[in-house]
């Protein structure tokens, strides 16, 4: 059985890989290591929307993450999913935090592999640095523009292409039916037909799972997020980091509306895959 009061250490090769990974990382690390030490505790849960929850364990977490980055020398403003915007006037480098993604998966204890802590350093809406860290089962991936993306100090290596007939795709909804687009729907049944997917699921509330589209550990082959400006979704601490890592290993996240790629802070329904062919043929299924 895993110590989880056993504190999780940054990988050596991220450290080295430039001064802002090693900035994302360790914040990001520090972020993991309170989540370890809630595992199995008792704590208070406030409900945001309905499917949406924070909880302390958030809390401390996010103090954790904004302490190391708030001792970074880059000037920066931050962005973090509990906490009011740092802003820098004139900054043009923001942070993007996530201090627990996943919190419903690890209120309720659905399992070790969802729960992750998103760090994103971006430059003029441009990706430069990032990390994504598990503190469950402690695998770390990151980032730099440029130098590219990794696993526990492996290169991350995009699958085979995968037809749309042989592919597994997941459909991330809301917990309130009532912000579900048509876009989502139309394409979830549509996927569903002798013109989709081999296999269609809707996994339980998940964090970083672009990550299992490049990392061997699974089979998934692409992801569908919906997302209605009226209550967003994927927020820019939920897209930022996966974005940067996803994008730098060579996969996409398009708009299923444009079939474009998007930033951070674009609210559209969106297509995640490594292969940019598979993710068109699921854009086309509704154009």
């Not at 480098?93 to 998966?105: E, F, R």
Request: proline share 7%.
């Amino acid at each position: 059985m895993q110590n989880f009061l056993q504190p999780l250490v940054p990988p050596v090769h991220a450290c080295r890989l430039s001064n802002q990974v090693q900035t994302a990382i360790t914040a990001a690390t520090a972020g993991a290591n309170v989540i370890r030490q809630w595992v199995g505790r008792p704590t208070g849960i406030i409900e945001k929307g309905v499917g949406d929850l924070v909880s302390e364990v958030d809390k401390q977490a996010e103090k954790a993450v904004l302490e190391v980055l708030g001792n970074d020398p880059i000037r920066a403003t931050i962005f973090s999913e509990e906490s009011d915007p740092s802003i820098q006037q004139g900054a043009s480098h923001c942070w993007y935090v996530d201090p627990l993604d996943g919190t419903s998966a690890f209120l309720f204890r659905v399992g070790n592999p969802f729960p992750s802590v998103l760090v994103a350093l971006y430059q003029e809406d441009r990706p430069l640095a990032a990390a994504i860290v598990f503190p469950l089962t402690g695998e770390f991936f990151y980032s730099h523009a440029g130098l590219g993306a990794y696993k526990d100090q492996q290169p991350l290596v995009l699958p085979s292409p995968t037809r749309l007939q042989d592919a597994w795709i997941d459909m991330n909804h809301y917990g309130n039916a009532r912000y579900e687009t048509g876009m989502f729907a139309y394409l979830r049944n549509k996927l569903r037909t002798s013109e989709g997917a081999k296999l269609v699921t809707s996994f339980p509330p998940h964090s970083g799972v672009a990550m299992r589209l490049v990392d061997g550990t699974t089979g998934l082959s692409a992801v569908v997020h919906d997302n209605n400006s009226e209550n967003i979704k994927q927020a820019p601490w939920d897209i930022a980091a996966p974005l940067a890592i996803l994008q730098e290993a060579g996969g996409c996240f398009l708009s299923l509306r444009t079939g474009e790629t998007i930033g951070p802070r674009d609210c559209e329904p969106m297509v995640v895959c490594a292969d940019r062919s598979l993710a068109k043929q699921i854009i086309d299924l509704v154009c």
